[in-house]
Every structure is written in C-alpha cells, then in structure tokens.
C-alpha cells in the first residue's frame, strides 16, 4: 500500500511537472507584442484593457495613465519620429483615421495598423471594441462599453426632473480676448454628453461638431452656464477670464456668475473616463 502511494504522489508531481512545461512552451511560442499608439484615447483603452505591458510607443499627447511616462515618445500626429518608430521594431499600431503620415509608414513597413475613431460617443465604443478584438481582450472590451453607457445612464436618470439649461461649451479661443472662439456642436461627443447631462447646448444645430463663433452669436443665444473646457499647461487666471467674459454683460451666464473654467486634459479625450466628463458637466449645471 505504501509503494502504491508513493507511485500515485509521482505520478501527480511527473502530470504537474509535464503540465507547467508544456504551458511554458505556449508562453514562448506567443509573440511579444509592441504597440504604438498615437493617440491619447487609444493610450487610454490600451491600458484599460490591461494591455500596457504589450505598449512601446505612445505620442507626445499621451499622458494618462501615469505609467505611460515609461513609454517611448514617438512624437506628435503631425510631426511622428519614423527613426525612433521603426527602432522599436513594433508589431501592431493603432492610429486615428486622420494619421495619414502614419497609415502610409505603417502599410509600407507591414505594420498591421488600426485605424480609430473617437469623434462620437458610439464611434469611441467601436473602437474600444475593436481594439478589444484585435488584440484578444473582447470580454473586457465589452466590459470597458458597458461601464461607459452604464455611467451615462446614471447621470441621465439623475436629471429627468431638473430643467433643461441653455450652455456654452467653449474648447478654445484666444487667451487674452473674446476672439477666435471655438464651440463644441450637438454632434461632437462633448455635445453628446452635454445632452445627456440635460443640457440645452445653444449651438446644438451646427452642422460640423465644433466651428468658430462671434461674439454676437452668444449674445443673441444668451446662455445661462457658460463653460470653458481648456486643456493648457498654465492654470489660467480665474478673475481674468471672468472679466473677459463680463464684457458680455448682459448674457445670463455673467450676471448669475455661471462661468465654469475646467482646465483638466482628460475632458477633452473620449475614452474610459467618460462618465467622468459627465460627472463635471452635470458639477457646472446643477450644484
């Protein structure tokens, strides 16, 4: 009984023993993955999707999450580095649709190479979920989705019985004047979002998702928040930019004192943390 026993406990350790090796081989036989990414929001799902070991290569934009100071700089969408892409040697690369340096170094190096979208809510959730299969993380790109219209339908529930509020969404405009203001339209994601928190953009029917504005076309609209979503380096002046906009006094957003100056980076990148842009949007209209 006992020689018996002891053949079964080899027995067992040989299994373990032939198991775990053949388990080492199929870690081998996988190819190592270096991503390039050019972009912030694909930076994001990337990492989201617990693929940021497999990134070797991400753009001067790319800033979230902190790890990515780790990466490689390839450079920017307009000016990328070749020299410093190709020495990484990368197997896979996911730029947006309007890289067209990068679309045609990607297919003349053979890089397979996928191009993103991120200029809607339901193009940012096709992407998530194309980055998702291409690289065998479908569940949890399916996840990622679902936590992102799960998040948006709490903060719409919240505001069924509040009133609609006409805003502003500014995105840019000249630093030290009311000049060269850019707005977010109805079909830009920020407007979606806006919409969804129960704002009334008051550029919601402009035909591209964000055009330039007068003056006068904010005086005519009146707006009762004003919010200025900025993505700069400086931490801008609050009581200066107040008393930029004063200069349109007799817009309801000034003389209730609604005037919101968000300066973070991650409200202008449609990614994982959208319902957290919702979250600041619904701050601005209802606290």
Known sequence: MYESSQKRVIFSLLTAAV??????????????KRIISSCPSATEIIFALGLGKDLAGVSDFCRFPPEVK???????????????????????????KTDAKLRAFFKKTGVPCLETRFDSLSDTCESILMIGSHFGATEKAKALVKNIKTGLAKIAAKKKNLRKKRVLLVISRDIDRLQ???????????????????????????????????????????PEVIIEVMATEKVPDQNRVLALWSRLGTVRAIKDGKIFIINDRFMTIPGPRIPEIAKVFMNCLYD
């Open 70 to 96: 780790t990466k490689t700089n390839i450079g920017g969408n307009f000016d990328p580095d070749f020299e410093v892409i190709a020495a990484l040697n990368p197997t896979d690369a996911v730029i947006l």
């Open 19 to 32: 198991c775990f090796f053949i388990f080492l081989q199929s870690a081998a036989g996988q190819p190592e």
């Open 180 to 222: 060269n203001i850019w707005v977010a339209g109805g079909k830009s994601f920020l407007g979606e979002i806006m919409r969804i928190c129960g704002g009334e953009n008051i550029f919601e029917n402009l035909g591209p998702a964000y055009a330039q504005v007068g003056q006068e076309e904010i005086l005519v609209r009146d």
